[in-house]
Nanobody, 120 residues
Framework: QVQLVESGGGLVQAGGSLRLSCTPSRSSFSIGGMSWYRQAPGNQRELVAKITSGGSTNYADSVKGRFTISRDNAKNTGYLQMNSLTPEDTAVYYC??????????????WGQGTQVTVSS
């Protein structure tokens, strides 16, 4: 069995930065396309950013220019760099990725979520 392991959440003041990381619990699994979602209390889970296996990216309008999604294939890890954070960014952030154990087909997995809290 494999899991997506997230790290990097925490408490930060408005205007600050955090970097989230996401990696498979077993290094034999490789990451394909990856996305970050977030869910604030009382809200639906929403897509924040996505990156394809080839490196193409897309962002929610609310985070464009502030957040950057990236990947390091050598480290088999994805990242979400979050700058200029505001209290509205407070949420549980989830990594979602396609993981593949060669030569099998990729399967989609969710991370356990990491809390990001931005104080005003």
């Amino acid at each position: 069995q494999v899991q997506l392991v997230e790290s990097g959440g925490g408490l930060v003041q408005a205007g600050g930065s955090l970097r989230l990381s996401c990696t498979p619990s077993r290094s034999s699994f490789s990451i394909g396309g990856m996305s970050w979602y977030r869910q604030a209390p009382g809200n639906q889970r929403e897509l924040v950013a996505k990156i394809t296996s080839g490196g193409s990216t897309n962002y929610a309008d609310s985070v464009k220019g502030r957040f950057t999604i990236s990947r390091d294939n050598a480290k088999n890890t994805g990242y979400l760099q979050m700058n200029s954070l505001t209290p509205e960014d407070t949420a549980v952030y989830y990594c979602n990725a396609d993981l593949r154990l060669s030569p099998g087909w990729p399967r989609n997995y969710w991370g356990q979520g990491t809390q990001v809290t931005v104080s005003s």
